[in-house]
């Protein structure tokens, strides 16, 4: 019997979904051509009731690319290989439920970005969203920044529930009336009509990236935003999109001598003149923009020193940062290499104060994992509302939560197998050697395809999202 | 890791060694040949990965710095000697042997780098298209660019994107593409004398594509005299895009092998199916 650790995010976590109607979790790219919603609750329900039934293969396109909850958490945005995005909107909580908290329904779904063709150099550039960040709200409206390798956008999402009817110049079908009928002026009048949410594009922010875009980091004055490629970074206001600042260039003179490259960036969520940015060497560099107008010069410098008794030809590989997350409170940033997760204090810079071991048995196959070029995944990381805890992905379909306090871990799964609607999730352990134990997955009998690379937490509850290829899981922990 | 032990030598073991040095040796020589096989594999997925959509630079600075990691290693170890004698043996697969020699008939201080990079410059073509990158390369003619297209330069493959790059605001976008490329091709004219011409010089997308006149080049000499004007007709040029055949990516590189001989373009028939296809590609492009 697996015993379950204490910590409140410890304790069982289950499924949920809507109704006891679906089963199946959403498969990403297929809620809208499915059926049209007027996107309300309910519709929402009877598109899974189909999805359920017509049991879609799996679409490349649909492959979940980005996981992101909006600042409250009411709002949940994803992203796909084929340029969609889809956002779900928490239900009001309901008291005829058994269960008092919300379910994640589908609120919009458009295409943000287009496959492209360079012609210049004769190149598709991917509609993939890589990343999505939204903005803090200020106005009925939803904003999101999406982006693909090349080109960021600024994605207004609004609601309408009110149309305007008794027009003068034009009859309830939209066309145009005779001029000669009219005899009357009338006041429009706003009436009622089903819920309509719109996603139009406000901003175009492109041609400012030579290589391929890794992170997008809205700045806490909301009004600037950063966005860092393999080798440089700009910033950016929200209002100007023909011209941004270049505030990190690590591109050498010669590139023969390039050795190393940016992997993620991210603003300090208080300080709006510091920012970090991670590298494939396994470095995190701290920046202050009062310094200079070009950051090249750090003014911290995050490093571990290698540990020589472990250093072998993959050692550089498996320190390549995939992923930096500050934590809410701004006083530690995480940071995710290919084996482990390390939690720095931004006042130390030589090695981090904690280090957890996501799958230390892979240690042994790395030369496996090179050659199927698994080495290379980046696996994202996140915090939880409070800081105390960490999550992060894995293979098989696993994803680690680790408790900073308890020092607890726990190994969960997102499958469909296992996510009968409110049942809780059971811990999952891999056997690195000798007796498999029962229930025990062996290493060698993992699904390197199913890989957890995007997890969500949401800001302030104890709510995940988890995207496994293209499913996207929505657990949270159990209410007594 | 393993201890080195002794150094392993490929003929095999007519001598007499002792126990003791026998395990020494045996795990010796597991260990070069678990780091050969990871060169081997790194090789590939470099050569590989530059014949790719758009690599990714990440990826490939990685493998490229573990490479030269090994590489280090063994030039340390000594055991560098041995594997280019061994490589330059019959029976290496074409590219394998191309690549390899490319490597390792360099030595450790001018970075066995810019030559491994120098076999990979497609980066960022597809398959399908090479066969008219080739063509593409071959027909930038402007006398003082053609030289230096064709010599190209050592580490392009970094350069790739950098080529068409923004360097200043983007009005200037389209004006800087060129005008970088250009500036850069020039630039390096004297750097890459040394590089083979058809290896390096296929770089994608920098070149400007202008009729006409061969440059004073000899392989471009060779290229036009079998070329009629007749690839302008259309079933000229639909009967050259099917009988273009489509190459796979060590199949490039075995038609690189002769070059390394003899400046001239592997098979003119190939060449003017290549300027057919190329040509329908403009148009299409153009929108002619």
Redesign the interface.
Known sequence: KAVIPSGSHMKGWCHVWWDSLTILPVQHGRVAPLAQPPCGRASAVHTAATLRLLNLPLLSSDIISTVEFNCSGELLATGDKGGRVVIFQREQESKNRLLSRGEYNVYSTFQSHEPEF?????????EKINKIRWLPQQNAAHFLLSAN?KTIKLWKISERDKRAEGYNLKDEDGRLRDQFRITTLRVPVLMPMDLMVEASPRRIF???????INSISVNSDYETYLSAD??RINLWHLEIT??SFNIVDI?PA???E????I?AAECHPHQCNVFVYSS?KGTIRLCDTRAAALCDRHSKFFEEPEDPSS????S??IS?ISDVKFSHSGRYMMTRDYLSVKVWDLNMENRPVETYQVHEYLRSKL?SL??N?CI?DKFECCWNGSDSAIMTGSYNNFFRMFDRNTRRDITLEASRENSKPRAMLKPRKVCTGGKRKKDEISVDSLDFNKKILHTAWHPKENVIAVAATNNLYIFQDKIN | ?FSKGTKRKFSDGDEEISDESLVGARVASSYSL??QS?LD?SLI?LQLCHML??P????S??I???VR??QEEMTHDGSWHMVTEAFCGPGQSPSERLVATEVLCRSREQ?A??KL?SVISYE???EE?VVADETLCSVSVSDTVSNVCLAGR??QC?????L???ER???A?EDS?LDSGEDEEIDTEDGASTESPKTTGQV??TFEIKNGSPGPDSALEELFSDVDTSYYDLDTMLTGMQSAPKMGPYDLLDSLAPSHSSPSIVSTPTCRSDLNELDHIMEI?VGS
């Open positions: 360079d012609y210049l150099k004769s190149l598709e550039i991917e390798d492109a041609n400012a990236h030579t290589y391929h393999d080798l023909d011209r591109k010669n590139m023969e390039l050795t190393e490259v992997t494939s250093r072998s030809f993959f550089e590989i390549s030369c090179y050659e070029d290379f | 890791m678990q780091r990871l594999m997925k959509v758009e990714n630079l990440c990826r600075v990685l490229a710095n573990t990691q090994i970075d780098e810019p990079f960022g073509c597809r298209e050592v580490g970094w350069e790739k994107s950098e068409s790059g923004v605001d983007e009005e976008l593409r994608f997308g492009i």
